[in-house]
Antibody, heavy 122, light 107 residues
């Protein structure tokens, strides 16, 4: 069974940092590009960041560019999102999501984790 | 940035009725559009990719059409489990964007 489990969310003060992890299983992680998508409470979906199969290419939404860093460890089937300089508007449930097709960068997502809540507040 | 405008915001229908949801892009995204279903407290579920292709295990009552700037998701006969929020998403232009969603509620 394909599964992704996010962890690392929590309460952090404005300006603080947090690292999210997404542990994948049930598929060949190294064959798929991955992304993070977030959803503020009661709001819609926002794509945050994506990474290629090898990890050589990373992509960011304008709202997080320069503050967030995405990486992956294919040997551990794990995705990481380092979030720095956090702001109140970063408060959201963060989902990791798997590309539908294998190979590089096909950002429609057929498998999502359960999400981890990040709250930025003093 | 490509803005995806979904309409209507809310659709009130009864089980068995046909639902037609619209997603309009501010510029062409070719056929690079997906539809997702989201229920309360759950992650989104991929229904349609590349405008008209059903995702794995998605029932035939869900269909997608359109290209360029105008797209439609049709649910031919609503079942109780179909009452949810539906989002469109494009991968044709940077950055990747989602529509604001259409809530399909029980009338």
């Amino acid at each position: 069974e394909v599964q992704m489990v996010e962890s690392g969310g929590g309460l952090v003060q404005p300006g603080g940092s947090l690292r999210l992890s997404c542990a994948a299983s049930g598929f060949t992680f190294s064959n798929y590009a991955m992304s993070w998508v977030r959803q503020a409470p009661g709001k819609g979906l926002e794509w945050v960041s994506g990474i290629s199969v090898s990890g050589d290419n990373t992509y960011y939404g304008d709202s997080v560019k320069g503050r967030f860093t995405l990486s992956r460890d294919n040997s551990k089937s794990t995705l990481y999102l380092q979030m720095n300089s956090l702001r109140a508007e970063d408060t959201a449930v963060y989902y990791c999501a798997k590309d539908f097709h294998n190979g590089d960068w096909y950002p429609h997502w057929d498998c999502w984790g359960q999400g981890t809540l990040v709250t930025v507040s003093s | 940035e490509v803005v995806l405008t979904q309409s209507p915001a809310t659709l009130s229908l009864s089980p068995g009725e046909r639902a037609t949801l619209s997603c309009r892009a501010s510029q062409s995204v070719s056929n690079y559009l997906a539809w997702y279903q989201q229920k309360p407290g759950q992650a989104p579920r991929l229904l349609i990719y590349d405008a008209s292709n059903r995702g794995t295990g998605i029932p035939a009552r869900f269909s997608g059409s359109g290209s360029g700037t105008d797209f439609t998701l049709t649910i031919s006969s609503l079942e109780p489990g179909d009452f949810a929020v539906y989002f469109c998403q494009q991968r044709g232009n940077w950055p990747l964007t989602f529509g604001g969603g259409t809530k399909v509620e029980i009338k």
